[in-house]
């Protein structure tokens, strides 16, 4: 069984940055494509970044140039690094293992953290 385990949400004033981390167990970590999405409140959840077991990275349009995702194969674990951060980036953001290098469904979903971006 996969299971996904997000941590480093917070409170944080607009322009600061957070780091939210995922550690994932029960799968072969390293042959996964990974992915973080994102729902705000009476939103739907929405893709926000993904990464590939081959590392190549991909960004939604909002959080291009103030985002980065990562992955570290010998922890389990894949990153988001957030910065500059807007009122607008406010949901609870999920880490999800995806279906492949190409399509970035979820198949498996962590519980998600909240990151709230005061004004």
């Known amino acids: 069984q996969v299971q996904l385990m997000e941590s480093g949400g917070g409170l944080v004033q607009s322009g600061g940055s957070l780091r939210l981390s995922c550690a994932a167990s029960?799968?072969?970590?390293?042959?996964?494509?990974m992915g973080w999405y994102r729902q705000a409140p009476e939103k739907q959840r929405e893709w926000v970044a993904s990464?590939?077991?081959?590392?190549?990275?991909h960004y939604a349009d909002p959080v291009r140039g103030r985002f980065t995702i990562s992955r570290d194969n010998s922890k389990n674990t894949v990153y988001l690094e957030m910065n500059s951060l807007k009122p607008e980036d406010t949901a609870v953001y999920y880490c999800?293992?995806?279906?492949?290098?190409?399509?970035?469904?979820?198949?498996?979903w962590g519980q998600g953290t909240q990151v709230t971006v005061s004004s």
């Open positions: 999800a293992q995806l279906r492949g290098n190409r399509d970035w469904s979820g198949t498996f």
């Open positions: 990464i590939t077991s081959d590392q190549y990275m």
């Open positions: 029960g799968s072969i970590f390293r042959l996964y494509a």
